[in-house]
């Protein structure tokens, strides 16, 4: 079976949770001999990967740059396009704009001349990857359509009318997640398109399939929820480093955004941090928030205490859980929340909020209301202060690891995919 993917990014190019789920489906795909095609929009800087070959749109028509690398079933077309995870508006006006200027990005005349080919604002964008997909949906020789996520959706749709293939929408966060008060009507009006164009609509989770439910007017019987895993490299590559004993860290680890409570987090450290001196907390991300937290937490006078580390990629991140004592998902809504697996694969117990998708994997965790900080604060000074109950913890949720995998993830999929296929 072959499968034409469309995606935002792949790593090591990542900028959130979808591009490490992106790699775990595909991994998990590949062990099952289905032969993946990735899609994902390329930016100036491009795209590279050990295990995978790199086609891009001015090579694309070349026939023979399709081969498998390392006896791998995933090949990665990279399109010229700034479409990058969590974007918004502004964020892709801002790229542009930099992109343009000779103070912040030197580039030879060419490139300049070049950038009249994207589009004005990131709808002109999201478009215009749809009509390169339409040329790639009619040039490949596939089964299965399968996008994630609404950036993907408009090249999904024309991919799907080039070849008349089914379309598989795969959902890991709505634009209800990830908006402060005021959803953006465009992107929802897409997402919107995306679910009643899919022939089969995947959701990370029954908190996603209630909200795509009551949100969207989708029915019950076209949502199947695949919950997401940690891939086979993530559990047997891990950093360790020696802890000072005499200093905790506690981490948080994603978009500074409102989406993932991060004020919510510093609310809580300083609480904690005027019990117990010696407990530290990592910012470990970037986003819109970053420069008011900071001012915050200079406001309250925890800065000796508080660490912003900025955007962490590959082991960066890996040295980040290694550190850490304890680790906090604090977010208003997260559809799931794979960064909980992985610091429990790093032997780090969580504290998740209630509103989070990897609940439904992981029942006994320790829970809070991501609003709620004085309760957050109690639960960290409880679990830092009692070395049974960190054992106890670490051992319940790992036991739950071990039936969790990416294989087990694809082979949800592929029942999917053999849905359309065998009707």
């Known amino acids: 079976m072959k499968v034409l993917m469309f995606g935002w990014e792949f790593p090591p190019v990542i900028s959130g949770g979808l591009g490490t789920a992106c790699y775990g489906l595909t991994e998990g795909l590949s062990q099952l001999n289905i032969d993946v095609t990735f899609v994902v929009p390329r930016s100036l800087r491009g795209y590279a990967h050990e295990h995978v070959r790199l086609i891009d749109s001015q090579t694309y028509h070349d026939s023979a740059a399709e081969e498998t690398v390392d006896d791998r079933w995933v090949h990665i077309k990279a399109i010229d396009s700034f479409l990058i995870p969590y974007m918004t508006e502004k964020t892709y006006k801002e790229m542009i704009e930099s992109v343009l200027s000779e103070k912040s990005f030197h580039t030879d005349p060419e490139v300049i001349e070049g950038m009249e080919l994207y589009g004005e604002n990131i709808f002109d964008e999201v478009f215009r990857y749809g009509k390169i997909a339409r040329t790639i949906g009619q040039n490949e020789h596939f089964d299965v359509v399968h996008c994630h996520d609404w950036m993907t959706i408009p090249a999904g749709i024309e991919a799907r009318e080039a070849s008349k293939k089914p379309f ?240 087990a993830a694809a082979r949800s999929v592929i029942d999917v995919y053999q849905g359309f296929l065998s009707s």
Request: overall charge neutral; hydrophobic content about 40%.
């Open 168 to 407: 598989i929408l795969h959902i890991h966060s709505l634009e209800s997640d990830r908006s402060d008060l005021h959803m953006n009507e465009r992107i929802y009006g897409i997402e919107r398109l995306g679910m009643r164009e899919a022939d089969r609509i995947i959701a990370v989770s029954h908190y996603t399939k209630k909200k795509i439910i009551e949100q969207y007017g989708i029915e019950d019987k076209r949502i199947r929820v695949i919950h997401n895993a940690l891939s086979g490299t993530e559990r047997r590559q891990k950093i360790r480093i020696d802890k000072d004993g005499a200093k905790k860290y506690v981490l948080f680890l994603g978009r500074v955004t409102h989406q993932k409570g991060p004020d919510y987090f510093i609310e809580a450290a300083d609480t904690v941090i005027r019990r117990a001196p010696n407990v530290h907390f990592i910012v470990a991300g970037s986003g819109d928030m970053t420069g008011r937290l900071k001012e915050e937490v200079a406001a309250r006078g925890i800065e000796r205490n508080v660490h912003f580390t900025g955007f962490l990629n590959g082991a960066d991140v890996e040295k980040a859980y290694a550190l850490s004592d304890l680790y906090v998902l604090p977010s208003v809504s997260e559809p799931f929340g794979i960064t909980v697996l992985e610091a429990l694969n790093y032997d780090v117990p969580v504290i998740v909020s209630r509103h989070s998708g990897v609940l439904e994997v992981l029942e006994d965790c320790e829970t809070f209301d991501f609003w709620n900080t004085e309760e957050l604060a109690g639960k960290i000074l409880a679990i830092l202060g009692d070395s049974d109950l960190y054992k106890k913890l670490i051992a319940k949720e790992k036991e739950k690891l071990k039936h969790m995998s990416w294989l």
